[in-house]
């Protein structure tokens, strides 16, 4: 899995019109899947999310989780970020998941992170055409392959 992960004051999603997850404060995590992703990589990437100490303190380090700082979390697929630009100028989506295999991660993820967080997720849809929008605070961005644990 990979994840985009991004500390935002706000940020939403829309499909069709209609908004299907907003958030304030916490972060926009965007988040591919391929075939490989296990149940492992699920557990691994949401406790790190949760956890990661991206917020502010009352000193202004960073040094708080988004769970501490009592923040929000929109989760939206995006297969992209598997993109293989090896070859040519068109980008390969070979190593993201098809929707048989990444729309039962995605859901466990969201379900994951809603047992992390001990709080309801927002999310995009899974598969439509979003519009995401956000302010990126910091900007802060970060991103995580359970593949490179680094």
């Known amino acids: ?57 009352d000193a202004g380090v960073m040094n708080v989780s988004v769970k501490d700082a009592h923040g929000d979390i929109l989760l939206v697929s995006q297969f992209t970020l598997h993109a293989s630009t090896k070859k040519g100028n068109r980008p390969s989506y070979l190593k993201a998941s098809k929707p048989d295999v990444a729309i039962p991660l995605y859901e466990k993820m969201i379900a994951q992170l809603e047992q992390d967080m001990e709080t309801t997720i927002q999310r995009g849809i899974f598969g439509a055409d979003m519009k995401v929008e956000l302010l990126n605070d910091g900007p802060v961005t970060i991103i995580i392959d359970t593949k490179n644990r680094e």
């Open 1 to 57: 899995m990979r994840a985009v992960i991004q500390r935002v004051s706000k940020a939403s999603v829309m499909v069709d019109g209609t908004v299907t997850g907003a958030i304030q404060t916490g972060l926009l995590v965007l988040l591919g899947i391929e075939d490989a992703d296990t149940q492992e990589d699920i557990q691994w990437l949401s406790s790190k999310i949760v956890n990661l100490r991206i917020f502010n303190d």
